[in-house]
Structure formats: structure tokens, C-alpha cells
């Protein structure tokens, strides 16, 4: 995947947990299409996401990253 400029790799393994958070949040919104915001797989998937495809990724050559 492409983000940013970099080249960004995943672990099969972090792969396919994720798809199983995401999973776990698409049916708390089919259950609570109102309060789904509100449930801790949704938050972790929406924290992951942003810091994976946002913050992490936009710039990999920070000090903090080495």
C-alpha cells in the first residue's frame, strides 16, 4: 500500500487481526447504528487506523521511529 509517499508493508498477521477488529466493528454498527461509537472494538479500529495510515505514515523518517 501507498500512503503518504511511502511504501507501507503489513504483517499477515497484523493483516488479519485487523480484519477481524473491523469485522467486530461493522457488527456493532448493525446492531447499535446509533451507539456504536461508543464501543471499544470501533475505537480501537478507528485509533489504529488513524495512527497507522496518518500519523505513523506521514513521515517514517522521524527520530522517534528508529
Not at 500512503?3 to 499477515?12: A, K, M, Q, R, V
Not at 446509533?34 to 527520530?63: P, Y
Amino acid at each position: 500500500m501507498r500512503h503518504h509517499g511511502w511504501t507501507l508493508l503489513f504483517h499477515d498477521c497484523l493483516i488479519d487481526q485487523l480484519r477481524k477488529l473491523h469485522h467486530a466493528a461493522r457488527r456493532a454498527q448493525r446492531s447499535d447504528p446509533t451507539g456504536f461509537a461508543s464501543n471499544a472494538n470501533v475505537k480501537l479500529f478507528h485509533a489504529l487506523s488513524q495512527l497507522m495510515l496518518e500519523v505513523i505514515s506521514q513521515d517514517l523518517s522521524w527520530d522517534v521511529y528508529s
